[in-house]
Nanobody, 117 residues
Framework: QVQLVESGGGLVQAGESLRLSCTAS????????MGWYRQPPGKQRELVAT???????NYADSVKGRFTISRNNPKNTVALQMNSLKLEDTAVYYC???????????WGKGTLVTVSI
């Protein structure tokens, strides 16, 4: 089993930047895809960005050009640099990892990002 711990959430003003980090531990040998998801207030969880072990990335249209996902395989970490934050980016952000062989997802507990005027 993989344990994921997020950090870096907080309260920022619109237009500012924030960086989220996630560290994986446990059975990390089979981790394939890693990524970030978010759940805005009153809405369903949605994809933000993913990154493969080889560094190939995928972004939701709403964050393209503003957010950057990165991964450090030796340190088992994944980060999300969020720039030009908007009010609609307010959400609980969850770190995700997917087992390369089984496809089973692991989730962190989430970190709250609040963007204010």
């Amino acid at each position: 089993q993989v344990q994921l711990v997020e950090s870096g959430g907080g309260l920022v003003q619109a237009g500012e930047s924030l960086r989220l980090s996630c560290t994986a531990s446990g059975r990390i040998g089979n981790i394939g895809l890693m990524g970030w998801y978010r759940q805005p207030p009153g809405k369903q969880r949605e994809l933000v960005a993913t990154i493969t072990g080889g560094g190939r990335t995928n972004y939701a249209d709403s964050v393209k050009g503003r957010f950057t996902i990165s991964r450090n395989n030796p340190k088992n970490t994944v980060a999300l640099q969020m720039n030009s934050l908007k009010l609609e980016d307010t959400a609980v952000y969850y770190c995700n990892s997917r087992d390369y062989y089984t496809g089973v997802d692991s989730w962190g507990k989430g970190t709250l990002v609040t963007v204010s005027i």
